[in-house]
């Protein structure tokens, strides 16, 4: 098969799970060394190393200022008559060509509008709808996204395949250099991740300063690590006694800062696919996460599940990770064998089977 993909979202500045995931399945599908030949579409030159260079592997760079996807991507498609076309970030183009797989990341959208401005959200559900409808095989990254797609956009559960992403997390410069760096304190439980409403940002402030009220002598801080989002709020956690903010953290940095907590504190309201719950198990940190989306599919029976509304639930589960360094050494062993379930290479054999069956 000649096989395009939308590679134009890996080639930003500041990557976030999307991107992440398009660059990591990408290399994957490569790494499988098929017979399939690979055409990757960019809108910017990528640099040298991002991907492997393959004797079947092709890359178009077309840049275009605007509209990019239905236009200057759906040209190239017209002209290059691919035999499917693979979007790994919602989107495929309006009017193109053959046949088609796309991945449906979440839809986070349907259950927080507030939380997206007005004309994204429109696009956002249009495009999904749209892209969902007219792909061959969806992609979901997880059974949560799946069961949304169907009873959002009433897609058919046997169009849907359920293919979790590979997560492993690189090796980091040592913890006492990434500690200075971001002046982290010596004992701390962390939040990774966008800092926005869905992530439940004041909940998690609100039950670390209930474990903190209840344990005063124990000087362990709440670290939020991650950028400022859509409707961030400055009195979430703004001056509040042993709460820190790190800003953005570099892609290279995140092991150690996962190693270096007592937990990581992950009660977001919806994830089609949480990455830092999974990323926290490989790097040996136990999770206290939610008990809803696809949440408990991904921590199963090694992370604290909890109703994400309960601010004394989340502090609870802080307590029992604090206070028991037996079951906090049980969660970790727990953890790292459910991480090994996530692999790229398993991903990667799933997406080339949907690409496939959508030829056939």
């Given at each position: 098969m000649r096989i395009a993909i939308d590679a134009s979202r890996t080639t930003v500045q500041r990557v976030t799970g999307t991107e992440q995931y398009a660059i990591r399945l990408i290399r994957a599908l490569i790494d499988l060394n098929s017979q399939h030949?690979?055409?990757?579409?960019?809108?910017?030159?990528?640099?040298?190393?991002?991907f492997p260079p393959h004797e079947r592997v092709t890359h178009r760079v077309i840049p275009f200022p605007r509209a990019w996807t239905h236009l200057r991507f759906a040209a190239a498609l017209w002209r290059d008559r691919p035999d499917v076309t693979f979007v790994p970030a919602h989107?495929?183009?309006?009017?193109?060509?053959?046949?088609?797989?796309?991945?449906v990341h979440d839809l986070g959208f349907r259950y927080f509008p507030e939380a997206h401005p007005t004309l994204s959200r429109f696009y956002l559900d249009w495009t999904t709808r749209y892209s969902a409808g007219r792909a061959n095989v969806v992609l979901a990254d997880s059974r949560a996204?799946?069961?949304?797609?169907?009873?959002?956009?009433?897609?058919a559960r046997d169009k849907i395949e359920v293919v979790y992403p590979g997560v492993d997390v690189p090796p980091s410069p040592s913890y006492p250099t990434v500690r200075e760096k971001y002046r982290l304190p010596e004992r701390y439980f962390l939040f990774l991740g966008t800092l926005q409403p869905r992530k439940n940002i004041a909940?998690?402030?609100?039950?670390?300063?209930?474990?903190r009220a209840a344990h005063p002598d124990d000087l362990v801080g709440l670290v939020l690590a991650g950028g400022k989002g859509?409707?961030?709020?400055d009195k979430w956690a703004e001056g509040l006694p042993g709460v820190q903010m790190t800003g953005y953290i570099d892609e290279a940095d995140k092991s150690a800062l996962y190693a270096g907590a007592l937990a990581?504190?992950?009660p977001?309201?919806?994830?089609?696919?949480?990455?830092?719950?999974?990323?926290?198990?490989?790097?040996?940190?136990?999770?206290?996460?939610?008990?809803?989306?696809?949440?408990?599919?991904?921590?199963?029976?090694?992370g604290l599940l909890v109703n994400p509304l309960d601010v004394g639930e989340i502090a609870d589960a802080m307590t029992k990770i604090a206070a028991d360094e037996g079951l906090r050494q049980r969660m970790i062993a727990k953890g790292h064998e459910q991480a090994a379930q996530f692999t790229w290479e398993r991903a990667a054999e799933q997406a080339m089977a949907?690409?496939?069956?959508?030829v056939k």
């Open positions: 030949e690979f055409i990757l579409y960019f809108r910017d030159p990528p640099s040298a190393d991002l989107t495929l183009p309006v009017y193109f060509p053959g046949q088609a797989v796309v991945t996204t799946a069961d949304d797609l169907t009873l959002f956009f009433n897609i909940v998690i402030v609100q039950s670390y300063l209930r474990w859509w409707l961030y709020d990581l504190v992950f977001s309201l919806y994830e089609g696919f949480g990455f830092p719950v999974v990323e926290a198990m490989r790097c040996g940190t136990p999770v206290i996460t939610s008990n809803t989306s696809s949440l408990p599919e991904l921590a199963g029976h090694a949907a690409l496939e069956s959508a």
